[in-house]
Structures are given as structure tokens and as C-alpha cells.
């Protein structure tokens, strides 16, 4: 499986960006997803991610209230939408797909990442 993740960009402070992840292979759709960001100088830290079915998810305290996470698995695409952006938003964002079907909130439950995009929050 080949994850490609893009949306990313340059924003200012309380605007807004979708990111997309586009799997090559269809058998995603049986896997958790999530995404996870890295700030210069930081840990990769987990952000969000969504059952195989997309009814169940999980936000981080960080972002709970101003991002979600979606998916369409007839697509095989999975989303972040990102509103109310702050700086310390500002990181290289990874998607990923899940060693198993349900949510994941940890680096190494995760098989197959993606390259990452870019988003930086100017204030």
C-alpha cells in the first residue's frame, strides 16, 4: 500500500485547510487510519484517527473541537479537516494506515505511512 498525502500549505492564524491521503490499493478500506505531526525538533505526536468503517474516531486534546478526521473508502481517500488553525498547528503532518482494523493512537500500531505535507500557521 502507497499513501500520498497533500493539502497542506502556508495559512494564517484561525484560518482553515483539508488535507487528503490517497491510498494506491483498496484494502485500506479495511484498516484504521490516522494522521500524526512532527514539529522541527519534536516527536512525531498523533493527531486523529478513524475505525475501518469510519463510525468511530479519535481526536487529540490538542485539536478536539477544530479538526476531524473522515474517510471514503470508495474513494480510498481518508481527510483532515483543520479549522481555527494556531501556529503551534505548524508541523509536517504524516497520514497512515493501521497494522488492524480499529483506532490507533500510537506511532507503532501503524504499518504504511505516507510522505507528509507541510503546514505552517503564520500569526
Known sequence: VQLQ????????????LRLSCAASKRTTSN????????????????????????????HADSVKGRFTISRDNARNTLYLQMNSLKPEDTAVYYCAA?????????????????????????S
Open 5 to 16: 498525502a497533500s493539502g497542506g500549505g502556508l495559512v494564517q492564524a484561525g484560518g482553515s
Open 31 to 58: 484498516n484504521g487510519m490516522g494522521w500524526f505531526r512532527q514539529a522541527p525538533g519534536k516527536e512525531r505526536e498523533f493527531v486523529a484517527a478513524i475505525s475501518w468503517r469510519g463510525d468511530s474516531t479519535n
Open 98 to 122: 493501521a497494522r488492524g482494523a480499529w483506532i490507533a493512537t500510537t506511532a507503532r500500531d501503524y504499518a504504511c505511512w505516507g510522505q507528509g505535507t507541510q503546514v505552517t500557521v503564520s
